[in-house]
Each structure stands twice: as structure tokens, then as C-alpha cells.
């Protein structure tokens, strides 16, 4: 009985659990390179998708915010299902339509320029990536600086998408315009806004 | 400029205290229940679900209690609230051939399809205060008569079988339905969000317009194409269902006004139209809801802006009441230091203004202060 | 997800009917006919009873293209029954009470034989007194109808 899973599995308290993952992402978002721990009582979504990106997605998104999900997301009936119910959120086949894209497997993750990045006039307009990592230690060590971090932080998610220190730069090239990008591992979020500088630490 | 004020707390804390009394009043007469104010102030109620532009009667005739009857506060409230809650969706578009009809009447056309049905109307009453009505007066039961179902159909589309009058309308929605509670208003505006506005703006605002046009203010020459008053179905889409579901039944009141034509050298001249839509029995609302939207189409048939009722930023900036009055009254806020500046700079002025005619001119004498 | 061997286009517009009959009818209404029913099943809150806003929509001219044009409070509730069954509800309003009933009606009637029970008990007698009601409406409203005749002037 698929259906079953598909529907069960929101947060326990909708409010309260939205509540304290919205703290969880602000916190995150203020300051890069920290991590935040997201409620206990979280979702419990189909897989592929994981708890911590589907306590996000259950906290962000709703029926005015078209979703773009990548291809092995996409595949599974049970999760467009799942975040239609818990969220009602479309989903659009266009990365240049969605104001979120969720990402299960960051290395296959199209090039960041393919989504929304806002326009000068509203720089708001862009999409924010939610990106599934498997924990925030064991990939290669980037070091941040910018707005809301004292004088450089560091974090090491695993997996990123290709390349990504490179594009990262050309996102910030396009300030104020930009992806923001919202780093979901077990039970945490870290976030890398668009204002974060990200160097490879190796450097 | 605003300047943070302390102290007052106990002021207001037993101005609330004296509000609540005088909302009650003398408590040997029963208080009034949301029953009887949604079933003996009906159209206070519905006016109240249209401007607030929150579909709920109870809530409706809840607000109409708390604001002691002033109407255009208890739309503040039902404003208020509908910000609390979470958005669900949009439902379907509501289908009004399909209307379960109450009232029906069309100024066009003497006989109709379906024919003139009156309902429950103030036309024809005499206007004269009922002294029965003190009191609480038995009321016979509405008179019944057997009907076969005929079908109702629209005026619009009895002139459309000829070509005379332009179809419903289309526009441009290539962006999405425009939702004025979603989108900051940016002008020129489309009709659709313009008709959003109208269709919550204020009725007294919208009646006055709609009485500018008639008075030669942008004049349309206006028929009562078709007014109709009655329920219709709500669906919509549910997505863990794959299909659409009905939520109930509203009450609306839909005008179709008819209006002179317009015609280019491609196109034969053929009647114009406005539109009204509006929660409940709200008939002069939709009428003028359906004026003004007609005189808002004035660039659409290259008509001249020469009117108020015309001026779409005029008019859809200056409709919406729980805004007007959020900017009027809040002149009663403290502006001590704004105040102070404007002493200050018509002193000083003044002062200047005596320097230059003296000595030639004896000065009058300054106001008491 | 429905096993029967009625065609699902059917299976589907029955449950919208049933559904539809249970949005409009009022919470004691429906409450009397379940009580008659005598089932009292176990069942799990999957969603709500929630309430929140649904945009209306009309048409522009009545049938041209749409626009907004006001929200109206709604509630809504999902539930699950041991069987596994899931039921969902919809209605305008704000009554939690009703939601939850008209779910578990609606998960229970997934149930074909379940199903010949509940349209008996709960379905037909809601629905006839809502045409009733209608049916009245229409006719007080008939009578407001205008029938106008000529007056004839002069002779012959």
C-alpha cells in the first residue's frame, strides 16, 4: 500500500515544526557556514528524498512556489505525490521557472546559470537550490567569507556539485542578481547565500 | 515623523474596557447573536464579505458585532484575519450560467428565456419606514410556484448570436492570472487584476464613479444587460485526488452591463461591455463595479483618459476602504515633532514676511497661540 | 487504489457526487445520519482538520478568462483507517468536526460494500434534503417571476 507512505509523513506539528525549521534555515542563511539543527519530529518522506530536504520543502514551499525536481526525483511517482499533498507546490520542467529546485543528487545537478538568477530590478526573483548532501564534513573543505561570517568559516559537504567553487564565483559575479543555495544533511541545514565568497581551503 | 511614545497604557487599557461596555450597551436587552446578525442584517454581513474580500458569513456577522455596526472596520477585521491563514489554492473559475438563480432581471430585454425573476428585491417597495417592523411581526411564507427548469440563458449570448456585442472577454494571461494580493500593483494594470480590485473596493467609492459616468463624466450609455443574484458551485483541483471536488455553494451577484459601441474600419460596430462580480446580494455594488470597469477600458477602444473614472491609477489606488482609512486616520497618530517643524518654519516665515512690508504696512495681529 | 470492476471514470464521479453532498450538507446534519450508520471505526490524522483560504475565481464577462476575485475560508482533512484506506474531505467553512467526519466517510466508502451502506444511509437523505431545498428556492423564486401581458387598446 504505497499510497500510504506517500501521505503519511508530514512534520507532527505543521506549525511548530515549520516554525523551528524556519528558524533553522534563517540561522543558517545568516550565517554562512554554520549548521543548524532541524526538529527531531521532522518528516518522514519516500525515498529518495530525505527527511532534512523534505522538512525544508515542507516549511518553504506551497502552491505559489513552483518546484523544479532533478531527473531521479522526477522518476518517483511517490514523491511528486507526496510534495503535492504536504506542500501543493507545482513542479515545472523549466529550472528558469522554479523558485525552488530540489536536488537529490548534487554531482548530476544541471550548471547553476540554467536556473533563475532574478533580475536587476528583482534580484529576489531567483531560484533557491535545495541541495541533499550526505553530511557536512567529509567533502572537500571550503572556506567562506562575506556578509555574517566574522572573518572566514569553513565547511566541507559532501556531495557538491562539479566544479562548484568555479560557478560559484560566476554566481557572484552576478550580484546582486544569484542562486541561493540551502545545504540539507541528516537533521541539519547549512546555507551558502548568494553573498558568501567560497574558496577551495586547500588554496 | 513619528517619535516613540511611552505612557498611556491604562488609558487605553480602559478605553478598550469602555469600548466593550458601550458595544454592549444596556444589559437588560439580549445580546445580539451571529445567527441573527447573518439572518436579519444579511446584506451588512455580505457587504462585509465582498470589501473584506473573505467569503464567510459567520466571520462576517462576527465582525459586524465587534465593530459596533461600522462597517468599513469590521472589513478591517475580516482583512485582518484572512491574513492568518494559510493559502489552499485557486479554485476553479466559477461557472454563473450554471447559477442556482434567486433574482434575475435584465432592462434589455422584455421577454427572456427564463424571464424577469425578481427574488427578493427592494425595487418596488415604497420606500416608507414600517412601523410593524418595531416589533416583531409574523411573516407569511414566500409564495411558490411550479416551474419547468428552463435554461437562463445569458443576454450576451442572445446578442452575441447576431455579432452585436463583443465576447466575454480575453486577456493576456501569459504571465498567470494576475492576484493583486500577491503582486505589488503596477500600472497599466490588466483587467483581470483590475477587476479583483474593484470587485473588494468600496461600494460607496465605486457607486459615486459609476454615477460620474453617467453624469457625463466619461459617459458609456449603459444598460442593465443582465443582473443576476444566486448560488454557484465551488471546485477545485485537489492534487492528492487527481480531480476536482466541490466545496459548496457562495452567494454572488454578477452584473453585465451593455454599452455603446465601438467599431474600426476592420470591425463592425458592436455593443461594449463591463463586468461585475461580488460576494452576496450586493447589486449596486456589482452594477457600479461593472460601470467602472467599462470606463477603465477607455485606451482598450481608444477612447480619450478624460475622466476620473477613467484613470485606472486614480481609481484602483483610491477603492480599496480598509487602505483609505489606514492613511486618513492614521493623521490621528501622534506627529508632535512634525507639528513642531511646521511652527517652527511658519514663525520664521512669518517673521521674514514682517521684514520685508514694514515699516511701509502696520502688521495685523498675530493669533493667540 | 479502488478495487472494483466499475469503470474508475465512474468509480470517480461517484465519490465526487459523495463528496460534493458532503461539503454542502451541515456538520449536525451529517453527524445524525453516521450516528444511525452505527460504525465507529479507528482511523489516523494523516493532514488537519485545517483551515485556510481558497481563492475564487470568476470569468471575466462570465465565461471569457479568469480573474480573482475574492478568497473564502475552507477546511480540509485527510485521514487513514486500519485498512488502509484513505479518505480526504474539502469544504468551504471553518467546521474541523465536519472534515474529519466527511474524511472518514469518504476512506470508508472506498470499500465497495461500505460503500452501498453509506450512499443509503448518509448520502441519499443528505442529498434529497439539499434538492428539496433547491427545489424550494426555485419555486419561491418563480413566483417572483414577471409575466407581462399587452393591455389592448381600442376596439377590435
Given amino acids: 500500500m504505497e499510497v500510504m507512505n506517500v501521505l503519511g509523513g508530514g512534520f507532527a506539528e505543521p506549525v511548530l515544526g515549520a516554525q523551528v525549521a524556519f528558524r533553522a534555515v534563517m540561522g ?176 | 515623523m513619528y517619535v516613540a511614545v511611552k505612557g498611556g497604557e491604562a488609558a487605553i487599557d480602559n478605553a478598550h474596557r469602555l469600548l466593550a461596555d458601550r458595544r454592549r450597551g444596556d444589559r437588560a436587552v439580549p445580546a445580539l447573536t451571529l445567527e441573527q446578525i447573518a439572518g436579519q442584517l444579511a446584506l451588512a454581513v455580505d457587504r462585509v464579505m465582498a470589501e473584506g474580500s473573505l467569503y464567510d458569513r459567520e466571520l462576517a456577522a462576527l465582525a459586524v458585532k465587534q465593530s459596533r455596526g461600522d462597517l468599513i472596520e469590521a472589513v478591517f477585521l475580516a482583512r485582518a484575519y484572512r491574513t492568518t491563514l494559510p493559502r489552499f489554492g485557486y479554485s476553479r473559475p466559477l461557472d454563473t450560467a450554471a447559477m442556482l438563480v434567486e433574482r434575475r432581471i435584465s432592462a434589455c430585454y422584455k421577454d427572456l428565456p427564463g424571464g424577469q425573476l425578481l427574488g427578493p428585491t427592494f425595487d418596488y417597495t415604497h420606500r416608507l419606514l414600517d412601523p410593524r417592523l418595531a416589533g416583531d411581526v409574523s411573516i407569511e411564507e414566500p409564495a411558490r410556484r411550479e416551474t419547468s ?93 487527481g480531480f476536482s471536488v466541490s466545496l459548496g455553494r457562495i452567494q454572488v451577484t454578477e452584473c453585465q452591463m451593455v454599452n455603446q459601441f465601438a467599431g474600426s474600419a476592420k470591425a463592425p460596430p458592436q455593443f461594449t461591455r463591463g463586468y461585475g462580480l461580488v460576494f452576496g446580494q450586493s447589486e449596486r455594488k456589482a452594477m457600479a463595479m461593472a460601470l467602472v470597469d467599462r470606463a477603465l477600458r477607455a485606451a482598450e477602444f481608444g477612447e480619450d483618459v478624460v475622466a476620473p473614472a477613467q484613470d485606472e491609477e486614480f481609481v484602483i489606488a483610491h477603492c480599496d476602504n480598509v487602505q483609505a482609512t489606514g492613511f486618513v486616520e492614521h493623521l490621528k497618530m501622534p506627529h508632535y515633532v512634525d507639528f513642531q517643524a511646521e511652527l517652527d518654519l511658519v514663525r520664521r516665515m512669518r517673521a521674514e514676511h514682517a521684514g520685508s512690508t514694514a515699516p511701509h504696512e502696520q502688521q495685523p495681529r498675530e493669533a493667540a497661540e | 487504489m479502488i478495487e472494483t470492476n466499475q469503470a474508475p471514470d465512474e468509480n470517480q464521479s461517484i465519490r465526487q457526487r459523495r463528496m460534493a453532498v458532503l461539503a454542502r450538507a451541515d456538520s449536525a446534519a451529517i453527524a445524525r445520519c453516521w450516528t444511525a450508520l452505527g460504525i465507529d471505526p479507528t482511523f489516523t490524522m494523516l493532514r488537519g482538520p485545517e483551515t485556510g483560504l481558497v481563492t475564487l475565481r470568476g470569468r471575466v464577462g462570465g465565461g471569457g478568462s479568469p480573474f480573482n476575485f475574492g478568497e473564502a475560508t475552507v477546511t480540509r ?50 442529498a434529497s434534503a439539499q434538492d428539496t431545498d433547491d427545489r424550494s428556492r426555485v419555486a419561491e423564486t418563480a413566483a417572483t417571476r414577471v409575466d407581462f401581458f399587452t393591455m389592448v387598446r381600442g376596439e377590435d
Fill in chain 2, 149 to 241: 427548469d428552463a435554461s437562463m440563458m445569458r443576454v450576451s449570448e442572445i446578442l452575441a448570436q447576431e455579432g452585436l456585442i463583443e465576447a466575454d472577454g480575453a486577456i493576456d494571461q501569459a504571465r498567470g492570472v494576475g492576484d493583486i494580493t500577491r503582486a505589488p500593483a503596477e500600472f497599466p494594470m490588466n483587467r483581470d487584476s483590475r477587476l479583483q480590485a474593484l470587485s473588494r473596493g468600496d461600494e460607496g467609492f465605486l457607486l459615486a464613479l459609476a454615477y460620474s459616468t453617467q453624469r457625463g463624466y466619461a459617459r458609456s450609455h449603459p444598460f442593465a444587460g443582465e443582473i443576476r443574484i444566486g448560488e454557484v458551485e465551488v471546485e477545485i483541483e485537489v492534487p492528492e485526488l
Fill in chain 1, 28 to 203: 543558517a542563511m545568516a550565517e554562512p557556514g554554520t549548521i543548524r539543527d532541524l526538529p527531531g519530529d521532522g518528516p518522514t518522506p519516500p525515498t529518495p528524498l530525505s527527511p532534512a530536504m523534505a522538512a525544508v520543502i515542507c516549511t518553504l514551499c506551497d502552491a505559489d512556489t513552483p518546484l523544479w525536481l532533478d531527473p531521479i526525483l522526477v522518476k518517483s511517482d511517490a514523491v511528486s505525490r507526496w510534495i503535492a499533498f504536504w506542500t501543493g507546490a507545482p513542479v515545472t520542467q523549466n529550472p528558469v521557472e522554479a523558485y525552488f529546485a530540489v536536488v537529490s543528487d548534487p554531482q548530476a545537478m544541471p550548471a547553476l546559470e540554467s536556473f533563475a538568477l532574478g533580475s536587476q530590478e528583482f534580484p529576489d526573483r531567483s531560484t533557491t537550490i535545495i541541495l541533499q548532501v550526505a553530511d557536512f564534513h567529509s567533502g572537500p573543505g571550503l572556506s567562506l567569507s562575506g556578509p555574517g561570517i566574522r572573518v572566514r568559516a569553513s565547511i566541507a559537504p559532501a556531495p557538491m556539485p562539479r566544479s562548484f567553487v568555479t560557478q560559484w564565483a560566476a554566481n557572484n559575479a552576478h550580484y546582486p542578481r544569484g542562486i541561493d543555495m540551502i545545504l540539507a544533511g541528516p537533521g541539519a541545514v547549512a546555507a551558502l547565500p548568494r553573498t558568501a565568497k567560497i574558496a577551495n581551503l586547500e588554496d
Fill in chain 3, 77 to 126: 482533512a485527510t485521514v487513514r483507517l486500519e485498512s488502509g484506506a484513505i479518505g480526504h474531505s474539502w469544504a468551504l467553512g471553518r467546521d474541523q468536526d465536519k472534515a474529519r467526519l466527511a474524511a472518514i466517510i469518504d476512506a470508508l466508502a472506498q470499500d465497495t460494500e461500505m460503500a452501498g451502506r453509506i450512499d443509503e444511509a448518509v448520502i441519499r437523505p443528505l
